[in-house]
């Protein structure tokens, strides 16, 4: 089993900026895909972005150029820098891992966190 906590979430202005940190624990040695999800009321849960354990990587559309993925596998730490944020970012964000690197581009993860608000206002 793996657990994920997710952290750094919280209210900003938009075009302001957040970091949002998820920290794994458990069977750590079997994660490979890592990604991020977001939910906004009323609608479905979609990717923000993934990353395999190699480094590659992979965007929603609507996220290209103003955040970035990155990990710190010495340290078991997913993160999302978020920048040039807009009200539309506003959902929950979810941080997910998968044994396999398939997961980053198809989807279909194994072990999710409970998720963290983030709220962007006009």
């Known amino acids: 089993q793996v657990q994920l906590v997710e952290s750094g979430g919280g209210l900003v202005q938009a075009g302001g900026s957040l970091r949002l940190s998820c920290a794994a624990s458990?069977?750590?040695?079997?994660?490979?895909?890592m990604g991020w999800h977001r939910q906004a009321p009323g609608k479905q849960r979609e990717l923000v972005a993934a990353?395999?354990?190699?480094?590659?990587?992979n965007y929603a559309d609507s996220v290209k150029g103003r955040f970035t993925i990155s990990r710190d596998n010495a340290k078991n730490t997913l993160y999302l820098q978020m920048n040039s944020l807009k009200p539309e970012d506003t959902a929950v964000y979810y941080c997910a891992a998968d044994p396999s690197n398939v997961a980053a581009f198809r989807g279909g993860y194994d072990y999710w966190g409970q998720g963290i608000q983030v709220t962007v206002s006009s």
């Open positions: 458990g069977n750590i040695f079997s994660i490979r895909a």
């Open positions: 990353i395999t354990n190699g480094g590659a990587t």
